[in-house]
Antibody, heavy 118, light 107 residues
């Protein structure tokens, strides 16, 4: 059974880079049926897709964040990661890692709150 | 980007009520639409995929339908466990986009 677990600092200073890792169990990065990615949710607000990575390394990013986002996979550790640079208070959110199964939808990690401090 | 317009933003209902939530896409999304349920402090949970397919383990009182670019989530008889916020999401085109959410609250 698929399990996703986010990890990383809960507090990041403004202008610095937010870095999160998602550890995966019960799933394979070599599958052609899945995308691995990130979604965020500011406190009290809705969901925003950040980006996803396919098994062949192709990445897809939200244009609103594209200049600041990098998603990568470390297959040896069964992990994928998110880096978001030059953060501001507007980047304060719960960050979810998720797996999209082709034709179906997203299955989510439990989420981790990241607060950007000034 | 494809805009997903969800309504209503809040819905007050009683246990046993039939509840309908609507999501309209700004263009054709070829039925590639999912519905998620989110409870406070928890991750969203997939309820419906490909507009009308019920995710495994989800009660059959949940159903989805579509008419052109308008999609509907129906709960046939609202149960206490169903009070939550519901989001639609299109995955036809990148960037994937979500509706604004509908909070189903107790009347």
């Amino acid at each position: 059974q698929l399990q996703l677990q986010e990890s990383g600092p809960g507090l990041v200073k403004a202008s610095e880079t937010l870095s999160l890792t998602c550890s995966v169990s019960g799933g394979s990065f070599s599958s052609t049926s899945h995308y691995w990615g990130w979604v965020r949710q500011p406190p009290g607000k809705g969901l925003e897709w950040i980006g996803s990575i396919f098994y062949n390394g192709n990445t897809f990013y939200n244009p609103s964040l594209k200049s600041r986002v990098t998603i990568s996979v470390d297959t040896s550790k069964n992990q994928f990661s998110l880096k978001l640079s030059s953060v501001t208070a507007a980047d304060t959110a719960v960050y979810y890692c998720a797996r999209h199964t082709y034709g179906i939808g997203l299955h989510w990690g439990q989420g981790t709150l990241v607060t950007v401090s000034s | 980007d494809i805009q997903m317009t969800q309504s209503p933003s809040t819905l007050s209902a009683s246990v046993g009520d039939r509840v309908t939530i609507t999501c309209r896409a700004s263009q054709n999304i070829n039925s590639w639409l999912a519905w998620y349920q989110q409870k406070p402090g928890k991750a969203p949970k997939l309820v419906i995929y490909k507009a009308s397919s019920l995710e495994s383990g989800v009660p059959s009182r949940f159903s989805g339908s579509e008419s052109g670019t308008e999609f509907t989530l129906t709960i046939s008889s609202l149960q206490p466990d169903d009070f939550a916020t519901y989001y639609c999401q299109q995955y036809n085109n990148f960037p994937w986009t979500f509706g604004q959410g509908t909070k189903v609250e107790i009347k």
